[in-house]
T-cell receptor, first 115, second 108 residues
Framework: DTGVSQDPRHKITKRGQNVTFRCDPI?????LYWYRQTLGQGPEFLTY????????KSRLLSDRFSAERPKGSFSTLEIQRTEQGDSAMYLC?????????????FGPGTRLTVT | GQSLEQPSEVTAVEGAIVQINCTYQ??????LSWYQQHDGGAPTFLSY????GLEETGRFSSFLSRSDSYGYLLLQELQMKDSASYFC?????????FGAGTILRVKS
């Protein structure tokens, strides 16, 4: 399978704990995005990488959220001191650098439940 | 900023044609995309319109009118497997800004 993969698929954690999610994009893709999706809503942008450089971060993203893409391949999204409001599906997407921004390939997501 | 409006839910019967509308407001427009998402699944890219007019891909077509800030997704010969959420999206810098989505329910 050469699609975007995410791990874990589900995560249940207690409020106040830290969690980390991993995304492996399609290997030829330079661009990597993180989105958050809650029930009944569309994906909401969190952050964007081109290769290893984090070029944009949503103003909605608090300091508790951090993302890395150390070698321009896989990426991690960490949430520190989780809150119940962080419960959502976290989606990763990737696209070609020279391709259109509009055609992004999404992974299956990590569903986070904060109790 | 960017904002998009689409109907929350549409119901149609198998074999019929359905149109899902999307109106948008954006400071800089580069095109309108459509994505499909089945329950519990990942969003998948369907189509993209940068210019006015109709783009056809099999049973699915997408239309754009930049002067009206309006587009639609047209699904023909509906099948049960088309039951899903459909999102329109516009560019906001380096990211996509999605609408809230339209749930399409196909009945037999």
């Amino acid at each position: 399978d050469t699609g975007v993969s995410q791990d874990p698929r589900h995560k249940i954690t207690k409020r106040g704990q830290n969690v980390t999610f991993r995304c492996d994009p399609i290997s030829e893709h330079n661009r990597l995005y993180w989105y958050r999706q809650t029930l009944g809503q569309g994906p909401e942008f969190l952050t964007y990488f081109q290769n290893e450089a984090q070029l944009e971060k949503s103003r909605l993203l608090s300091d508790r959220f951090s993302a890395e893409r150390p070698k321009g391949s896989f990426s991690t999204l960490e949430i520190q001191r989780t809150e119940q409001g962080d419960s959502a599906m976290y989606l990763c997407a990737s696209s070609f650098e020279t391709g259109t921004l509009y055609e992004q390939y999404f992974g299956p997501g990590t569903r986070l439940t904060v109790t | 900023g960017q904002s998009l409006e689409q109907p929350s839910e549409v119901t149609a019967v198998e074999g019929a044609i359905v149109q899902i509308n999307c109106t948008y407001q954006t400071s800089g427009f580069y095109g309108l995309s459509w994505y499909q998402q089945h329950d519990g699944g990942a969003p998948t890219f369907l189509s993209y319109n940068a210019l006015d007019g109709l783009e056809e891909t099999g049973r699915f077509s997408s239309f754009l009118s930049r002067s009206d800030s309006y587009g639609y997704l047209l699904l023909q010969e509906l099948q049960m497997k088309d039951s899903a959420s459909y999102f329109c999206a516009v560019s906001g810098g380096n990211k996509l800004v999605f609408g809230a989505g339209t749930i399409l329910r196909v009945k037999s």
